[in-house]
């Protein structure tokens, strides 16, 4: 969705990829590049079910979430944009809890 505020033109979007849709990840790495192109300030709220060290520091092995958070990671480092997700758990499910973004 565009939005405009005085002359400042941005894109807003909400993503969510399912948890285990890897594929999904490129999907969204090639719509965010087209988006990044076109705009010069984009926002996305997304719920991505992936993990990285970045914003989740008790991450560990080799699972499906953490190859996700691998992607993710390129994508936005290929985008230039910035997670604001400071570390703060995000899921609560009983006792467990945990930072995806």
Request: aromatic residues 8%; negative net charge; charged residues 25%.
């Amino acid at each position: 969705m565009e939005v405009r505020v005085d002359r400042v033109q941005c894109v807003v979007a909400s993503v969510y990829i399912p948890p285990g849709e890897i594929q999904k990840v490129q999907v969204f790495s090639e719509q965010l590049a087209k988006v990044c192109h076109a705009y010069e300030e984009v926002l996305v709220a997304m719920d991505s079910n992936a993990r990285h060290k970045y914003w989740d520091e008790e991450v560990s092995g080799s699972g499906t979430n953490k190859k996700m958070g691998d992607m993710l990671m390129e994508v936005i480092l290929d985008n230039h944009v910035e997670v604001l997700n400071d570390g703060t758990h995000t899921y609560h499910k009983g006792d467990y809890s945990a930072s995806w973004i």
